[in-house]
């Protein structure tokens, strides 16, 4: 009963600091409310150094600071003086799930979590989430309805099961609590897209592009969105507003290879060559392994070859891919026809002076 009744105060402290806008769980932006509630907890403490609940609070307070080894420290001093404190193990859990390598510690604390009090939803979510990380699927699956059972209207609980229900392959399902989670909470921009993506597997398209198109309605710096609808619109033949779409997610985030890759298919399916391997070549430069990138780049440095099979920078270009693609004969080929050309493109250049600076002595003798 006790541990009940620590598990109860704790949820509502932080109930509480909810609705007074203070609370840990809603600013992740905010660290001086983090700081404030630190102090808070501290005091609490001082005035009574046996309060569980206290020691659990400011563990979180420090959790959401970045301070693991102070946070880890106030959670085991919380399960030292009580250690049927649910939210403590709880909250221990999460830390070790965060931290590579402490995966069994933190499921052993997600298990006393659950065990000390059947009811704690949070730590039946947050297992579940573990082990959705470890592709447990199935036993994820329990727990997320464990916990939706509690909470059935908690839009992260079904949001995170159907993630899970996604990547079982059950998509059907999945659809059904994307749905509901995005109804709960209709401002989330991640839910909108991943019932979107949802969609486009369940062959949905024009609903999969409407989601996608909510989504960034609702955040415009929602780069995994453009790329969804930008992948979307592609499959139905739209290259150009696919390419606006894969342009909008470059200028959220110029860093990831695969935006820079799809745009150039849309380029490439539009007949822009040049543009298309100008951005295979971006997303090589930022992902050097991405060998699907290198082999399209090919393709296209081929054709534009074929178009003007003087342009060294292209010939050295398909001639590096070749070579990696262990195509040596073939690549030396390439090299020596740039050599060529180089060597053709010197000597003219030679010519046209050592011409210049004949005509130029020729003027000065007339002179």
């Known amino acids: 009963m006790k541990s009940n009744i620590n598990l109860t105060l704790s949820i509502s402290i932080l109930t509480l600091f909810t609705l007074l806008g203070l609370t840990i769980n809603q600013f992740d932006s905010y660290q001086d409310k983090y700081k404030e509630s630190e102090i808070y907890y501290k005091k609490d403490i001082q005035k009574n150094p046996m309060d569980s609940n206290a020691y659990t609070n400011l563990g979180y307070s420090l959790f959401k600071q970045g301070h693991y080894k ?13 250690d049927g404190h649910s939210m403590a193990h709880n909250y221990l ?8 390598g402490k995966e069994v510690q933190a499921e052993e604390h997600y298990k006393k979590a659950i065990i000390t009090y059947g009811k704690n939803s949070q730590a039946f979510h947050n297992y579940a989430k573990l082990l959705h990380i470890q592709h447990r699927y199935t036993e994820a699956e329990k727990f997320y309805r464990k916990a939706i059972k509690i909470e059935p209207f908690n839009s992260e609980f079904l949001f995170n099961y159907a993630t899970t229900l996604s990547g079982k392959g059950n998509l059907v399902l999945a659809e059904k609590f994307f749905k509901k989670a995005a109804k709960i909470s209709p401002l989330n921009s991640e839910y909108h897209d991943e019932l979107g993506l949802c969609l486009e597997m369940l062959n949905k398209k024009d609903k999969a592009v409407l989601m996608y198109r909510k989504a960034i309605e609702l955040d415009p710096t929602n780069d995994k969105a453009y790329n969804n609808l930008g992948r979307t619109l592609f499959g139905q033949g739209l290259f150009s507003e696919a390419e606006y779409a894969y342009r909008k997610a470059i200028d ?16 490439e399916k539009q007949g822009l ?8 070549r971006k997303s090589l430069e930022i992902d050097p392994e991405y060998h699907i990138a290198r082999y399209y780049l090919g393709e296209v440095l081929f054709q534009l070859i074929e178009l003007n099979p003087r342009d060294v920078k292209n010939l050295r270009s398909y001639a590096e891919i070749l070579e990696r693609q262990g195509r040596v004969d073939k690549a030396e080929k390439y090299y020596r026809i740039a050599r060529d050309i180089e060597e053709q493109l010197t000597y003219n250049v030679n010519v046209n002076n050592n011409m210049n600076i004949n005509v130029n002595i020729i003027e000065k003798t007339e002179l």
């Not at 859990?93 to 590579?100: D, I, R, T």
């Not at 860093?255 to 849309?266: G, K």
């Open 93 to 100: 859990g999460l830390l070790y799930a965060n931290q590579h």
């Open 273 to 280: 060559l040049n543009d298309a391997a100008e951005n295979y």
């Open 70 to 82: 102070q946070a880890e420290i106030n959670y085991k001093r919380a399960i030292e003086i009580n």
């Open 252 to 267: 959220v985030d110029h860093s990831n290879s695969r935006y820079y890759y799809h745009l150039a298919l849309s380029l």
